[in-house]
């Protein structure tokens, strides 16, 4: 079940596939996307692809799967709703909230409302960007931001965007067209593939007659050419930073160029898009980024935006997903901020599960007993106090855990005195 057609959530199938044939389901761009990764290795003809529309349900097993239009920095993102014989659970997927969408298509508001009001079970929301204050802008933000930067070069543009970010796309060869450039698209052949794709599925307009080959804007005035680049995260082999250390075949960098960096820097690429960024400036160009210059807005929803799916769902039990442990820290402590008691919040790392109490009665039986005759077997000279409890808690629950499902769990006893208990 694929919410969008970013890499990262898509890149696996093809190695997935090849041990296992399983159905996959998705809109039409993401599935457009995993059909020309699943062409190039040979894996097209034997996938089963299934795809689906924003509130068509459909039932898989026991589930009840009902995809529901969200905002992300890819065209076509869903998040799910899955009805399961305990109760609704909806997934989020990657968003954000975005009320002016270069497509017009909002989030669902009301779904998520009529969800809510019906029960939610649990809640699973992005949390990438729950440090973040306010509320994310809108893509339709970054097009009017640009526009006076394309309006005052002199020279050539030359931007780096995500190859499949075609809203982002949109609006650079809106751009292009309004003041006078031709578009070439540069890099690793992705980004010709994703315009392509989304052009014939009608996710993306290109204005008639601008895309050229390179050859052919390169034969132009500077003033009237624009390169749509790959590379904004600094990949040593993508063509932005290949132009910055002067080892790209066809682009080279000259004084007067303006480079525009319309990404986030993803954590962990920080070091290698600062090199990019120096040496284009060495180079004589002028180069916007996201430190800088209004060149971009994230896909991920910022806190009040965190903050008001909660509040839409109202759901029972809250478990933040996507990001790191900081992240899900952070969003456990933004739904405490909005009322759910802490433990109804799961903070659960991968690797880690959820017991479903009604579901596994037996097991749980089963470790309090371990951990009653953990504590009858204490050495009496022992002191008894909380320390001495949590210590003997903690060791039993993770030995039971360890023996029945081979994996190392975090133990955080909680251990509560009650006045006049009889001790020892």
Do not use: W
């Not at 017009?104 to 009529?114: I, L, M, Q, W």
């Amino acid at each position: 079940m694929l919410t969008h057609g970013h890499e990262d959530h898509i890149g696996a199938l093809p190695y997935l596939l090849r041990q296992t044939s399983v159905p996959v389901y998705g809109t039409r761009l993401t599935l457009a996307f995993v059909a020309d990764r699943l062409r190039e290795h040979g894996l097209l003809e034997q996938a089963r692809l299934t795809s689906f529309k924003p509130r068509d349900r459909f039932e898989i097993g026991p589930f009840g799967i009902e995809p529901i239009r969200v905002t992300h920095s890819i065209a076509d993102g869903i998040g799910l709703a899955i009805d399961t014989p305990a109760g609704t659970i909806v997934h989020t997927g990657d968003f954000r909230l975005d009320p002016r969408p270069i497509d017009g298509e909002t989030p669902d508001y009301s779904r998520f409302t009529e969800l809510g009001e019906r029960g939610v079970l649990a809640l699973c929301s992005d949390s990438t960007n729950v440090d973040r204050p306010g509320h994310t802008p809108s893509e339709s933000e970054v097009g009017p931001a640009l526009a006076p930067r394309f309006a005052a070069a002199q020279g050539r543009i030359i931007l780096a965007t995500f190859a499949s970010h075609i809203h982002r796309i949109q609006q650079v060869l809106d751009l292009a067209a309004r003041y006078g450039r031709k578009a070439a698209l540069l890099g690793m052949s992705m980004m010709e593939k994703n315009v392509r794709i989304a052009s014939e599925l009608g996710y993306l307009r290109v204005p008639e007659g601008l895309l050229e080959p390179l050859e052919a804007v390169a034969a132009l005035p500077a003033s009237r050419q624009l390169i749509v680049s790959t590379g904004s995260q600094g990949e040593p082999n993508s063509a932005l930073a290949l132009m910055a250390v002067g080892e790209h075949k066809d682009v080279q960098i000259e004084r007067g160029d303006v480079v525009i960096i319309s990404a986030r820097v993803i954590p962990g690429h920080e070091r290698t898009v600062g090199s990019v960024i120096n040496a284009l400036f060495r180079l004589g160009a002028e180069v916007l980024y996201e430190d800088n210059a209004f060149v971009h807005v994230s896909g991920h929803a910022s806190q009040e935006d965190l903050k008001q799916m909660l509040n839409l769902t109202r759901p029972r039990y809250f478990i933040p997903v996507h990001g790191e442990y900081r992240h899900l820290l952070g969003h456990a402590r933004l739904a405490a901020s909005v009322g759910l008691p802490p433990e109804r919040v799961f903070l659960v790392e991968d690797g880690q599960g959820v017991v479903y109490v009604k579901e596994s009665e037996e097991m749980l039986a089963e470790l309090k007993a371990a951990v009653s005759q953990a504590l009858a077997e204490r050495d009496p000279a022992q002191p008894f106090d909380r320390e001495v409890v949590g210590a003997l808690v903690k060791s039993a629950v993770r030995r039971f855990i360890q023996q029945r499902f081979q994996r190392k769990p975090i133990v955080l006893p909680i251990v509560l005195e009650v006045p006049g208990a009889a001790r020892g």
